[in-house]
């Protein structure tokens, strides 16, 4: 069974660009979560989606908003990017959703804001 | 509102002594509580997990956690650590309603030969 599938691994953007990042999740898995890692602030939570439609949101400005499509693919979009974005986002996928906590993690999208 | 605490960010142990790590947690409900693993340049992994039941919860790779109620504990314990067992540990906590889901900071564990 393939895992969890993130593009891009690597990219560098500079303050004001907007990016897209995207998550392929386990087959069957309608929920799709993310996630920012940072050194400062750890691992926040950003939101979920549960077949196409946001369930859950953490607390993060509007500038980071998301999708998921009918094959459970989901992007998620920072939109005007600064500085403190630079972290590594993950996705985690999971047939029931985040209450359930049996979250299946790709490797991650390390974002670099110049 | 709901936290988890990871006391040490950073803990040594020798090859085949006791691994403790240390989790608290604040929840206004009975909380749903994890272990995850990261490896570096990897995603996290999940070890175990508390829902309901038994309080004692053995995961992979050996691991096992105690929920302690009275206390609001969620250690991670191994008996006898491994070379491997060097990573990234987090701990989180969600409820059954699911609709956040808080890490840790994280506890950097580290093995000497």
């Known amino acids: 069974k393939a895992g969890v599938t993130q593009t891009p691994r690597y990219l560098i953007k500079t303050r004001g660009q907007q990016v897209t990042l995207s998550c392929s999740p386990i087959s069957g898995h309608r929920s799709v979560s993310w996630y920012q890692q940072t050194p400062g602030q750890g691992l926040q939570f950003l939101f979920e989606y549960f077949s196409e439609t946001q369930r859950n949101k953490g607390n993060f400005p509007g500038r980071f908003s998301g999708r998921q499509f009918s094959n459970s693919r989901s992007e998620m979009n920072v939109s005007t990017l600064e500085l403190g974005d630079s972290a590594l986002y993950l996705c985690?996928?999971?047939?029931?959703?985040?209450?359930?906590?049996?979250?299946?993690f790709g490797e991650g999208s390390r974002l670099t804001v110049l | 509102a709901q936290s988890v605490t990871q006391l040490g960010s950073h803990v040594s142990v020798s090859e085949g002594a006791l691994v403790l790590l240390r989790c608290n947690y604040s929840s206004s409900v009975p909380p749903y509580l994890f272990w995850y693993v990261q490896y570096p340049n990897q995603g996290l992994q999940l070890l175990l997990k508390?829902?309901?039941?038994?309080?004692l919860v053995k995961g992979i790779n050996g691991f096992e956690a105690e929920f302690k109620k009275s206390e609001t504990s969620f250690h991670l314990t191994k008996p006898s650590a491994h070379m491997s067992d060097a990573a990234e540990y987090f701990c989180a906590v969600t409820t059954n309603t699911g609709n956040q889901f808080y890490f840790g900071t994280g506890t950097s564990l580290t093995v000497i030969p």
């Open positions: 985690a996928s999971s047939s029931a959703g985040i209450g359930t906590g049996e979250l299946f």
């Open positions: 508390y829902t309901t039941g038994a309080t």
